[in-house]
């Protein structure tokens, strides 16, 4: 087999990790958000560079047979609310009072769509209907909008649509349509609820402009090298295709996704029945839920707190990680949602940022070396994070910075917790995984906090998400929902959803006959009721009420594997040295373990140091931690919380 690259791209850093079959190579570069290409290349060359010893980037790309890749920038964007201004044309004042009935959406439709919405009645006749898009769409450009989204409420809504879209092909040249797209929603999805229609098609033109840009860009340079295969992108429903089969709110959370493939592989190998996960990068901890070697799946997904039409995994986006802003505000400290990223950073960085952060408080900490910090290659200014720690914290609170240290742990771990039980409110029963750059620093801390006896710390924890999407296969996936559960309504629907999955899979390069396909039927009315259906056979007999049939057709690829834990007799690990930290309000001399100077068996107590390259994790007071066969670190409580 060639080469298997992957690569998650988050708001601070974007992680890649490649396998030839026998090694794991991974390493980090720092997001340029201003053209994500570069940090994109940035890694591909630290990668050749480990393969081959110098740079390479070229025999490197010419020796893979897959590059996968996920990313963060759609979620972090929808947490920030930072993209275009989109303009909505619907039908009616009831259909756009449907939108904004819930308090979170109310939230975001104020934010990313605003007043710049316009009503109009699709039972005009053609001149006035064509008067009045007219008069719409140029009312929406005036107002700064720089996408629309129409959006009708109407008995067959793609037909009302088409009619509006033949006016606006005629109205608007394709070079006026270029400079402001307009989206129609039934193009975007099948779904016969009006709310979650639009939101989809919203999501879908919000995220749309940063992803195009830089994905073809992207493709365009890797085509350069003459690449075996297309670049694929990583999708939030698990599966991987090519940039033109992938709509922009598939990339929506793909990066967390790609955490949660690894974590359910994770509990697999490790048989763990329930598994919580906690994915820290610097804008978001993204939290999952792995029972019983399955992830949980939602049939109309929830986008910050708006459902969609497509399926989703349950994930919830926490607004803050390691490079989230930390402030007293109102004689409490504040954590996140905003983010300093990778430009101008934490405080620590040197790059011009003045916002303390969690990285900037560990480095104060003692926890993080300055010097090895980021392998070596981003000194840290422990000054400029004493001045960021007293100016937005100690002073305006009227603590002493050894305090104001404690609370601010205190309160971005507080945060993290916060984060869990909005998704798992109870967990005493479960094991939590910490990845991401910064999901192992406190996780025993988090852990505790949880009342939780067990957690793990993957060995590939710094680019898990990127590790995650090496199990992924080709595929693609379809739903439509149908009202009526006779024979012959799902007949036709079947045979109209392998008619499009045949078409996808060969532009995939793959023929539908060789494709593994699972046909299934969820009966909405009672959401645990799936039903298997064999796509060459009769329809299941005593179905009732509304259904969702949905098709995945999936071309496995090469995969990525877990090794077996030969480690059965556990075996002191020998410290490297100690390190001096603040820890439980008092300076102590902990041990110091270098995690790749750690033997499958190896095991200590707490409280300790282990590091890595790109992660540094304190284990607490009562835990003690082994390395198993595939080297991951597991955690284990041995007094009483």
């Not at 073809?216 to 992108?233: C, F, M, Q, S, V």
Request: with cysteine.
């Amino acid at each position: 087999m060639g080469k298997l690259i992957n690569i998650d791209n988050g708001g601070t850093l974007t992680d890649f990790c490649a396998f030839d079959g026998e090694r794991l190579l991974f390493t980090k570069a720092l997001t340029t958000p201003h053209d994500l290409s570069t940090c994109f290349f940035d890694g591909l060359n630290r990668l050749s560079a480990l393969a081959y010893g110098e740079e390479d980037v070229a025999r490197l790309l010419q020796e893979t047979d897959y590059i996968r890749y996920s990313t963060t920038q759609g979620t972090n964007a929808l947490v920030e609310r930072r993209g275009p201004r989109l303009g909505l044309i619907t039908s009616s004042a009831h259909a756009h009072g449907a939108l904004d009935n819930r308090g979170e959406s109310a939230s975001l439709l104020d934010t990313i769509v605003g007043e710049r919405v316009r009503l109009i009645d699709p039972a005009l006749d053609d001149a006035a209907l064509d008067a009045a898009l007219t008069r719409a769409i140029n009312e929406l450009g005036a107002l700064g909008s720089n996408r629309i989204v129409i959006s009708l409420d109407a008995a067959d809504p793609a037909g009302a649509e088409r009619r509006f879209e033949r006016i606006v092909l005629r109205r608007y040249p394709s070079h006026l349509l270029g400079a402001l797209p307009i989206t129609f929603a039934a193009d975007m999805s099948h779904d016969d609820d009006f709310s979650r229609r639009t939101w989809t098609a919203l999501f879908n033109a919000f995220l749309h402009p940063a992803m195009e840009r830089f994905l073809y860009g992207a493709e365009h340079r890797l085509k350069l090298h003459r690449t075996r295969n297309p670049l694929l992108i990583f999708r939030n429903d698990g599966g991987s295709a090519r940039i033109a089969k992938t709509i922009a709110l598939k990339t929506y959370s793909s990066g967390p996704r790609g955490g949660m493939a690894g974590a359910r592989e994770l509990a697999r190998h490790y048989e763990v029945r329930k598994l919580l996960s906690i994915d820290v990068g610097g804008t978001t901890t993204d939290v999952g839920i792995v029972a019983a070697g399955e992830l949980q799946q939602e049939p109309y997904g929830t986008v910050e707190g708006v459902r969609v039409s497509a399926p989703l995994c349950r994930i919830h986006s926490e607004g803050v990680g390691g490079s989230s802003v930390i402030r007293a505000v109102d004689s409490r400290i504040e954590v996140g949602p905003q983010s300093v990223g990778a430009a101008p950073g934490p405080a620590c960085f040197a790059r011009g940022g003045t916002d303390l952060t969690i990285t900037d408080v560990l480095l104060l900490n003692g926890m993080i070396d300055p010097a090895t910090y980021f392998g070596g290659d981003l000194p840290l200014d422990a000054e400029r994070a004493e001045n960021a720690l007293s100016e937005t914290v100690a002073k305006p609170l009227g603590i002493d910075p050894a305090r104001a240290l404690g609370a601010v742990e205190a309160a971005w771990v507080a945060q993290i917790v916060a984060g869990v039980r909005r998704l798992v409110p109870a967990s005493d029963d479960a094991i939590l995984a910490g990845f991401g750059g910064g999901g192992p620093m406190l996780l025993t801390t988090v852990a505790d906090a949880l009342g939780l006896e067990r957690a793990i710390i993957p060995g590939m924890a710094p680019v898990f998400s990127a590790y995650g999407i090496g199990f992924s296969d080709l595929s693609q996936n379809y739903q439509v929902q149908l009202s009526e559960p006779a024979a012959a309504t799902l007949l036709v629907a079947r045979e109209n959803l392998l008619k499009r999955a045949r078409r996808d899979m060969f532009a995939e390069g793959s023929a539908l006959e060789d494709c593994e396909l699972a046909l299934t039927i969820l009966a909405l009315d009672n959401g645990a009721d799936v039903t298997n259906w064999n796509a060459t056979e009769p329809p299941p007999e005593g179905l009732t009420g509304s259904l969702l049939l949905r098709l995945e057709a999936r071309k496995p690829i090469e995969r990525l594997k877990f090794l077996p834990d030969t480690a059965a007799v556990p075996t002191p690990a020998a410290a490297s040295s100690t390190r001096r930290i603040r820890y439980a309000g008092e300076m102590h001399e902990v041990p110091f373990y270098r995690f790749g100077e750690l033997a499958p068996g190896d095991t200590a107590p707490g409280p300790c140091i282990v590091e890595d390259d790109f992660f540094t994790a304190r284990i607490d007071r009562g835990w003690r931690f082994r390395m198993t066969g595939n080297r991951d670190l597991m955690l284990n409580r041995e007094s009483p919380n």
